[in-house]
T-cell receptor, first 110, second 114 residues
């Protein structure tokens, strides 16, 4: 019940395309869902996060869609750029301890 | 967001020696900090939760005598890998938690044990 399932494992998108990464959780006590971007050899950087009282949050080219009834949330990267090539992790928490997804390696082709 | 630094950014040591990694919060008083380990192409694995002024809470399977954590102030937590072995080679990352459940991560420390 503590797992967060993330898909796909890897994703290749053309420049200008939309990248979509999905996560599913089981624990209904989770109330904070962040996405992190990690470049090789660097620590994860908080990209965008959502709480379950809203169904969508947008910040620039990044959008989180949240479906509380399905216990799923997704990250959409609009107009994907080569500089977005990185590993993306979703996470969920209900206390202070994060449960991370397994990560998605995104490659945006120029 | 909060800014977190780590030192050193990479370290190479011989098997059997101890290594200390520092995690500093540069602009936030962190009562709670976390230590993670990340193997290549894998997700982050929480090792322990570090609370200022008290003993760290270790995750199941993490040897507390091997990975010593000290959180002596609101801006500094240290992780000491004692008697390091090649299997301890990994990317160690710390983070701090704000009151809104946000976690901000440091840049990580690459440990290689020969």
């Amino acid at each position: 019940q503590q797992q967060v399932k993330q898909s796909p494992q890897s994703l290749i998108v053309q420049k200008g395309g939309i990248s979509i990464i999905n996560c599913a959780y089981e624990n209904t006590a989770f109330d904070y869902f962040p996405w992190y971007q990690q470049f090789p050899g660097k620590g994860p950087a908080l990209l965008i996060a959502i709480r379950p009282d809203v169904s969508e949050k947008k910040e620039g080219r990044f959008t989180i869609s949240f479906n509380k009834s399905a216990k799923q949330f997704s990250l959409h990267i609009m107009d994907s750029q080569p500089g977005d090539s990185a590993t993306y992790f979703c996470a969920a928490t209900g206390t202070y301890k994060y449960i991370f997804g397994t990560g998605t390696r995104l490659k945006v082709l120029a | 967001g909060a800014v977190v630094s780590q030192h050193p950014s990479w370290v190479i040591c011989k098997s059997g020696t101890s290594v200390k990694i520092e995690c500093r919060s540069l602009d936030f008083q962190a009562t709670t900090m976390f230590w993670y380990r990340q193997f290549p192409k894998q997700s982050l694995m929480l090792m322990a939760t570090s609370n200022e002024g008290s003993k760290a809470t270790y995750e199941q399977g993490v040897e507390k005598d091997k990975f010593l954590i000290n959180h002596a102030s609101l801006t500094l937590s240290t992780l000491t890998v004692t008697s390091a072995h090649p299997e301890d080679s990994s990317f160690y990352i710390c983070s701090l938690s704000t009151s809104y459940n946000e976690q901000f991560f440091g840049p990580g420390t690459r440990l290689t044990v020969l």
